[in-house]
C-alpha cells in the first residue's frame, strides 16, 4: 500500500514511508501507521488540503514542528521526520504500542504512594524536556499519556507553544487546564502544566478528576472557585503536595523541577510498568499490532495495488467498503447502513467490490484476517498519534482505529428516583446494603435498619456496637456483633426488629474447655464469619494477622467454628481448629466448610490452605480437601457451577468435584457474578464483559461503564432483567481518555450490554448497591436513594 501522500507533487513522503492501515481523521488532517524504509513503524500525519493551503496555519504547524523536535526525553514519544513545505505538509512520530493510562488505572485500581511516586516523575521528567525547549505542553491529560514497555510516553505536543507566547484561544481540557490557561489572552508558563500534572496524579490515585464531573461550565466554575477533591488520595504528604500542584496563584505551585525531586523521593525501586499485569498488557498490546501489521499486509499482498491505491478520496472509499460498521459507544454492538456510497470520481462502494472480486475471486475484508485486523485494531492498539502537532492534524477525533466514528450523543430514556432518605451514619467503611424480600436492610457499625423497600418507610432499627454482618433467613434476622470482649449472635424478628435470643459468652460454651486456667492460646480470636442456613446457625472465629500488630497479639489462637440451634440459640457444638486465618466459610447441604489459609489475612492472593468440611448439626468433621480454600463453596453437598474472581482471570468451577470449567483473563481487580443469568455470567471492575457461562467466551464488553458498587469484593449487580453499572452522561460524546463514570447510573440489559435507562446521580463515589422487585437501592456517602426504570409502577 502506497503513503496516502503520494500523489504527485514535490514533498511527498511515498518515498520513504509505506502506509500499513488508517489510523484516524480529524478535521485538520489524516493519521496512518506506516513503516520506515528500515521496517520500523511509525506515525505519518498529514495536513489537509484545505488547511495546507491557509499561510497563517501553515506557519503554526511548522512552528510547532520546529519547537517539538527539540524536545529529546525517554518520556516523551519522538518527532522523527516532517515536510512543513510539502505541498501537503506531513510529519512522522514514533509509535507507541501500549495501553493508555486509564486503562492502566482501571486494572492496576488506584496507584498507592510508591507508583504515584514512579508515575509522577516519569511525567515530571517528560515535562522538563518540553520546558527545557522553551515550549509548554499546555494539554497534559489522561488521553495524552500511553505506557509502553519503556514507560509512561508524553504525548500530545502539538498545542504546545513557546513558553513566551500568550494570546489566542485557550487550550487545553476541561479538570486539567490551568485557571490562567481559561482567560482569553492571559499569559500560560510552565506552571500550567503542573497544574495539569497535579489533576493528572489525583486521577490516578483517586480514579477521579479532581474538579468532578458533569457539563463543561459546572467543571469550569469548580476549577476556578472550588477547591479540589482530594478524597482517596494516599496519605497526607500527598495531599499537600497535590493542594499545591493545583492552587489557584501558578506562583504558589512548585516547579516542574521540584515536583520530579518530590516524586522521586516516593517512587518504588521498581517501576511498576516492568511488572505484571501492566507487563502483560503492554505485551498483549505489541502482540496485536504485530498481528495487525502481519495481517494487513498479507491482504494487501492478494490485492492489486490499483485496488489498495486509488487516487485520493478513492482511497477513502475503499477503507469504508472494508471497514466493519460503526460501533455504538453505548452498547458495543454494530449497526450497518445498506445505501452505497460515491466519491469524487464518481466510483462507487459497490463498482470497487466488484472490480476487486473479479482480481481476487472473493469480497475485499471478507477474509477473516482482513475481520481479524479490525477487531485487533479497534480493540487492541493504542496507535496514539502522541508526538508534535498531533493536536493540530488530529484535534479531537485524533487516534481512532479503523472503522470507528466520532463519538456521538445517544437517544436515552431517563429513570426516577423513588424515595431518598438522609442517613445519621454511612455504611461505606464495614457497612452494607441488603436486600432481602420486601425488606431493605442498611448496617452500619453501629445501627442495622429495617426499611419498606418500595416507600423508604423505617420499620424498625436495632444498635449495638460493632456490628460486623447481618443475615436474614425466613423470618428472622441473624446479627453478628464484635465487641472487645464478646464476639456472638443476636436473632431479631424480622418483622418488628424485636430480640428473639442472643449467645453467651462464648468461653463459656458447654462444648470448650472452660477451665480458669486456660493457655492464652485457648482465647477467642476477634475475627469472625457468620453463616446460618436452614435449623443451624454457625459463628467462626479466629485471630486476624493483617497487621504487625495482629500478628504479635495472636499468641497462636486457633479458629474455632460454633453451631446454635436456629430457633432458640442453644449451644449445639464446638470444633476447635489451628492457628491459622479464614478468609472464608460457606455453610450449604448439611456442611460448614471453612477456607484455612497460612497468609496473612487479609491476604492478597488467593487462599491455598485446605478446606475443612465439618457437618453443621454436630460439628462432626468429614473431611479435608487439599487447597479447597479458594473455592470455599465447593465442598460435599454442593451442587451446580460458581465462578470465581482470580488475581488476573475468573474460573467457572464445578462445586460437586471443585475441578474448573474455564478460567479467562480478566484484569487486576475483576470481580465475576456467582451464578449465571440466562446463560450468561458477567464479570467487571474497570470495564464490564458478559461471558458465557457454559465456556467463557466474551460475549459483549463496555469499556465505557465500571460496576456500580466499587467495593474490593462487589460483583457486577444482575436483578430483575438488568445489570446496573455507573457511567457518564449519554447525551454527551466521549471526551478525551475515555468516559467519566461519575455521572451516574446506567441499566443495562445483561443479554446485549445496550442501555435500557440512566439516571444521573449527584455523587458516584463509594457507592454501595442492592435491588430486588424492579428497584435499585444505592447508599452514597449518607443518602440511601431508590431508583426504578420508566414506565414501572
Not at 524 to 549: I, P
Request: with cysteine; proline share 7%.
Amino acid at each position: 500500500m502506497s503513503a496516502s501522500a503520494s500523489e504527485a507533487g514535490p514533498g511527498r513522503s511515498s518515498d520513504r514511508y509505506h502506509v500499513v492501515a488508517p489510523l484516524g481523521e480529524g478535521g485538520t488532517g489524516r493519521v496512518e501507521l506506516a513503516r520506515t524504509p528500515a521496517g520500523r513503524l511509525v506515525v505519518l500525519k498529514t495536513l489537509h488540503p484545505r488547511l495546507a493551503s491557509d499561510a497563517r496555519f501553515r506557519e503554526r504547524f511548522r512552528r510547532e514542528v520546529t519547537a517539538a523536535r527539540a524536545v529529546e526525553d525517554v518520556f516523551t514519544a519522538a518527532v522523527l521526520d516532517a515536510d512543513t513545505e510539502a505541498e501537503l505538509p506531513w510529519l512522522v512520530s514514533e509509535f507507541c504500542a501500549g495501553p493508555a493510562l486509564v486503562d492502566v488505572i482501571s486494572t492496576l485500581g488506584p496507584l498507592d504512594s510508591a507508583a504515584l511516586g514512579t508515575l509522577g516523575a516519569a511525567l515530571a521528567e517528560a515535562l522538563a524536556a518540553v520546558h527545557a525547549a522553551g515550549l509548554v505542553h499546555r494539554d497534559l491529560k489522561p488521553a495524552n499519556v500511553v505506557v509502553t514497555r519503556d514507560g509512561p510516553k508524553v504525548l500530545g505536543l502539538g498545542l504546545a507553544k513557546g513558553a513566551a507566547q500568550d494570546g489566542g484561544e485557550p487550550t487545553g481540557t476541561l479538570g486539567f487546564v490551568a485557571p490562567e490557561q481559561l482567560a482569553r489572552g492571559g499569559e500560560v508558563g510552565p506552571a500550567a502544566d503542573v497544574f495539569a500534572f497535579g489533576a493528572l496524579l489525583v486521577l490516578a490515585s483517586t480514579g477521579r478528576n479532581p474538579y468532578g464531573s458533569g457539563t463543561a461550565p459546572q467543571v469550569l466554575h469548580r476549577t476556578l472557585h472550588e477547591p479540589p477533591c482530594l478524597l482517596g488520595v494516599p496519605d497526607a504528604e500527598w495531599e499537600t503536595f497535590l493542594r499545591r500542584c493545583l492552587a489557584l496563584d501558578a506562583a504558589e505551585r512548585p516547579t516542574v523541577a521540584g515536583a520530579l525531586e518530590w516524586c522521586a523521593g516516593r517512587a518504588a525501586a521498581r517501576p511498576w510498568w516492568e511488572e505484571e499485569p501492566v507487563a502483560g498488557l503492554v505485551r498483549e498490546h505489541e502482540e496485536a499490532t504485530a498481528e495487525l501489521v502481519e495481517v494487513q499486509e498479507e491482504w494487501e499482498d492478494e490485492i492489486p495495488a490499483a485496488f489498495l491505491a486509488p487516487p485520493t478520496s478513492r482511497q477513502a472509499a475503499a477503507a469504508a467498503q472494508t471497514a466493519p460498521a460503526p460501533v455504538d459507544a453505548a452498547a458495543g454492538t454494530r449497526t450497518t447502513d445498506a445505501s452505497d456510497t460515491t466519491d469524487a470520481s464518481g466510483t462507487t462502494d459497490a463498482a470497487a467490490r466488484r472490480d476487486a472480486r473479479a482480481v481476487t475471486g472473493r469480497e475485499p475484508g471478507a477474509g477473516p484476517r482482513r475481520r481479524r485486523f479490525l477487531a485487533w485494531a479497534g480493540a487492541a492498539v493504542t496507535a496514539v498519534a502522541g508526538s508534535a502537532a498531533a493536536g493540530v492534524l488530529l484535534g479531537d477525533d485524533g487516534g481512532r482505529t479503523p472503522g470507528a466514528k466520532a463519538a456521538t450523543p445517544l437517544a436515552w430514556t431517563s429513570g426516577r428516583t423513588v424515595w431518598s432518605r438522609d442517613l445519621d451514619d454511612a455504611p461505606a467503611y464495614g457497612g452494607a446494603v441488603l436486600r432481602h424480600g420486601d425488606a431493605l436492610y442498611v448496617r452500619t457499625a453501629r445501627l442495622l435498619t429495617c426499611y419498606d423497600a418500595a416507600s423508604g418507610e423505617v420499620r424498625w432499627r436495632y444498635g449495638e456496637d460493632r456490628l460486623r454482618d447481618a443475615r436474614p433467613v425466613g423470618d428472622t434476622v441473624f446479627v453478628l456483633r464484635q465487641p472487645l470482649t464478646d464476639t456472638g449472635i443476636v436473632a431479631l424478628d424480622a418483622a418488628s426488629g424485636a430480640r428473639r435470643w442472643a449467645t453467651r459468652d462464648l468461653v463459656t460454651n458447654p462444648f470448650r474447655d472452660t477451665s480458669p486456667n486456660r493457655p492464652v492460646s485457648e482465647l477467642e480470636g476477634q475475627s469472625a464469619h457468620l453463616t446460618a442456613d436452614g435449623a443451624v446457625v454457625c459463628l467462626v472465629t479466629f485471630a486476624a494477622s493483617g497487621t504487625l500488630w495482629e500478628r504479635r497479639t495472636a499468641q497462636g489462637r486457633r479458629w474455632r467454628a460454633y453451631g446454635f440451634d436456629a430457633r432458640d440459640g442453644r449451644p449445639l457444638w464446638h470444633r476447635a481448629g489451628t492457628a491459622t486465618g479464614v478468609p472464608a466459610v460457606h455453610q450449604g447441604g448439611g456442611r460448614l466448610a471453612v477456607a484455612v489459609s497460612e497468609h496473612r489475612m487479609p491476604a492478597r492472593e488467593p487462599a491455598d490452605g485446605p478446606l475443612v468440611v465439618l457437618r453443621d448439626r454436630d460439628g462432626t468433621p468429614e473431611r479435608e480437601i487439599p487447597g479447597g480454600s479458594a473455592y470455599p463453596q465447593a465442598h460435599p453437598g454442593s451442587s451446580g457451577v460458581r465462578h470465581y474472581p482470580g488475581p488476573e482471570a475468573v474460573a467457572a468451577v464445578d462445586l460437586a468435584t471443585g475441578e474448573r470449567r474455564w478460567s479467562r483473563p480478566a484484569g487486576s481487580g475483576a470481580t465475576i457474578t456467582p451464578r449465571a443469568t440466562d446463560g450468561l455470567v458477567h464479570a467487571g471492575g474497570g470495564d464490564l464483559r458478559a461471558l458465557d457461562a457454559a465456556t467463557g467466551h466474551q460475549v459483549w464488553m463496555r469499556t465505557d461503564v465500571r460496576r456500580l458498587d466499587d467495593g474490593d469484593d462487589a460483583v457486577p449487580l444482575v436483578s430483575g432483567g438488568l445489570l446496573y453499572a455507573a457511567g457518564s452522561d449519554p447525551s454527551v460524546p466521549a471526551a478525551d481518555g475515555g468516559r467519566s463514570t461519575g455521572w451516574g447510573v446506567h441499566a443495562l440489559d445483561p443479554r446485549t450490554g445496550k442501555l435500557v435507562w440512566a439516571v444521573p446521580v449527584e455523587r458516584m463515589s463509594g457507592v454501595q448497591a442492592a435491588a430486588g422487585g424492579g428497584l435499585l437501592h444505592l447508599c452514597v456517602g449518607r443518602t440511601l436513594l431508590t431508583l426504578r426504570g420508566p414506565g414501572a409502577a
